[in-house]
């Protein structure tokens, strides 16, 4: 038996053990992911990808030749994917061995990371609180460590936000940077795919595999592109930070805002230069953002709320009936809002090279105690704003809530395209850190 597969045999002893009780994993391809990582140990040395032997998985709304992706519903995908997505198969070009499909939110819409055909997602540092959402799976996935690597995918927070609360680190590309051929759309306008790991550099190396222009996805953006990684060493030496103001520090819960107080500090003390900033018009940017967002995803469903309601989730379909209901001038207003406050918001970023704030502004809640109408805007309140904005973002762990001990998410944005500055700036953080911070 080859180190490839080796390293694929302790993962999926793992997943065995721990995933009964975690739902991390709708399905769980063993013996697809026996044969790759045969095929990795067969590969000689010159022809390794970047990602040789890297263990995966993927969110179940994301294509696997052969495998149904449910999108964490009952009455979808009856029909296994004709073909892999665009991001499935740059994954296997790079070498990494897909291990499944990860359990998330019904048709992707949903913070907490309840899912009621697979079962509740169960937080990997603390299974009586939320694992995060929508890509519930792939957050647990890689803070248990039944996989090295993930992809979720993010249309408001759904791949930041399970990062968080899991304390793992997920990044939100420029939308049209990443391919979304093959993945179950929410809203075209705002999804795309989430690389999610337990470090910086892991999360780098899976974006760099997926960086390239898909003609067949008509979200995806031609042009030239820096690569991701080009200053993930260059440390925060003048690095220009901004500290989020007015409405992304209002309401942030008093262990939160130390936590990530601490860390703007760190960054400071190691060279980067911070000054207060305030996005203007960000307190208005997640009730703009659902009048675009929804109506596009009830568009995406119109034909199965219309033929069988009842087999979509209750709180699922109560937001698709609210994008139903949205009169076009108002989506169009909503659109309109948007270019003036990506406007107003690479102003900021003229002045500074990424803005930072909590990912999540309240402790990571207990699953028993969550009003899932509720926990849904109040969890995405900060990752909307970003969305809206439409540049690179991502959740780095920073340290841990000062009573609870769950993981506390710093959350850093830049301007469009310019993963590479993002990525040093993480980087620098957890270099400066010391290392990866553990949940």
């Not at 003048?238 to 936590?259: I, Y």
């Not at 309601?309 to 609210?322: F, H």
């Not at 926990?375 to 995405?380: C, E, G, I, K, M």
Request: charged share 25%; with cysteine; glycine share 12%.
């Amino acid at each position: 038996m080859g180190p490839v597969r080796e390293r694929v045999e302790r993962y999926l002893a793992r997943t065995r053990e721990r995933d009964r009780d975690l739902r991390a994993f709708i399905a769980v391809l063993a013996d697809r992911a026996r044969r790759q990582a045969d095929e990795r140990d067969a590969t000689s040395a010159a022809r390794r990808g970047s990602l040789h032997g890297l263990t995966v998985s993927l969110k179940d709304n994301i294509d696997v030749a052969g495998v149904r992706s449910t999108a964490g519903s009952a009455h979808h995908g009856g029909v296994p994917a004709a073909r892999d997505a665009t991001v499935t198969r740059l994954l296997d070009d790079a070498g990494a061995v897909v291990l499944g499909k990860n359990n998330m939110a019904e048709f992707a819409m949903g913070a907490t990371g309840r899912n009621a055909v697979f079962g509740d997602c169960r937080n990997a540092r603390d299974g009586h609180r939320i694992a995060g959402g929508s890509s519930s799976g792939s957050g647990v996935a890689v803070a248990a460590e039944l996989v090295e690597a993930a992809l979720g995918t993010d249309t408001g927070g759904s791949g930041r936000i399970p990062a968080s609360v899991n304390g793992v680190v997920g990044l939100r590309p420029t939308v049209g940077r990443v391919s979304n051929r093959g993945v179950f759309p929410v809203s075209p306008s705002f999804d795309t795919v989430t690389p999610i790991a337990g470090d910086v550099r892991t999360v780098a190396r899976v974006l760099a595999a997926l960086d390239r222009f898909d003609p067949d996805d008509p979200t995806a953006v031609p042009g030239e592109r820096t690569p991701v990684d080009a200053l993930l060493g260059a440390g925060l030496d003048g690095l220009r930070v901004g500290v989020a103001g007015g409405f992304l520090a209002d309401g942030v819960e008093p262990g939160v805002r130390r936590v990530v107080a601490t860390a703007t500090e760190l960054m400071a003390r190691h060279g980067a230069t911070a000054t207060p900033v305030t996005v203007a018009g960000a307190e208005s940017a997640q009730e703009r953002m659902l009048e675009i967002m929804y109506p596009e995803a009830a568009g995406v469903h119109a034909e199965r709320m219309r033929a069988d309601p009842c087999s979509i989730d209750a709180d699922v379909l109560r937001r698709l009936r609210m994008g139903a209901g949205t009169p076009e001038d108002v989506t169009q207003r909503a659109r309109r809002w948007r270019r003036d406050f990506q406007a107003r918001a690479s102003e900021v970023f003229s002045r500074v090279d990424v803005v930072v704030c909590p990912t999540i502004p309240v402790d990571v809640p207990r699953a028993d105690a969550v009003d899932l109408a509720a926990s849904t805007r109040d969890l995405a309140r900060f990752t909307y704003v970003w969305a809206m904005y439409g540049g690179p973002s991502m959740s780095v762990p920073c340290g841990r809530h000062p009573e609870s001990g769950m993981p506390v998410g710093l959350h850093l944005a830049a301007a469009p395209w310019r993963e590479d500055v993002l990525l040093r700036a993480a980087a620098g953080f957890e270099a400066a850190l010391g290392g990866p911070v553990s949940g």
